[in-house]
């Protein structure tokens, strides 16, 4: 079956750096969606990133556009969220997950998830 692993959480001042990884097996992902959300304490799980494994085109949630940075790897099978100047409300559980519908920005369009990464923002 489609399996999904994040690495590369942490802990980082307000105004750092972190890049997250994604690595993605069991499946043929030519026509999948890959997207990154995230989930704060007590908040909704909501849209950062996504990228076609075809084409590459990419999208991007308003908060985080001119900050984070999707990509991938296809040879890998590996998507990446680098996220620059990040900021305390950007504290969350990162989640990368797998679509094959159409509509990109809903989570309820993943049919593939992650288990999770911690990112921590410091003011």
């Known amino acids: 079956q489609v399996q999904l692993v994040e690495s590369g959480g942490g802990l980082v001042q307000a105004g750092g750096s972190l890049s997250l990884s994604c690595a993605a097996s069991g499946g043929t992902f030519s026509s999948f969606v890959m997207g990154w959300f995230r989930q704060a304490p007590g908040k909704e799980r909501e849209f950062v990133s996504a990228?076609?494994?075809?084409?590459?085109?990419?999208y991007y949630a308003d908060s985080v556009k001119g900050r984070f940075t999707i990509s991938r790897d296809n040879a890998k099978n590996t998507v990446y969220l680098q996220m620059n100047s990040l900021k305390p409300e950007d504290t969350a559980v990162y989640y990368c997950?797998?679509?094959?519908?159409?509509?990109?920005?809903?989570?309820?369009?993943?049919?593939?998830w992650g288990q999770g990464t911690q990112v921590t923002v410091s003011s």
């Open positions: 997950a797998a679509s094959t519908g159409p509509i990109l920005r809903s989570r309820y369009e993943y049919d593939y």
């Open positions: 990228i076609r494994w075809t084409g590459g085109i990419t």
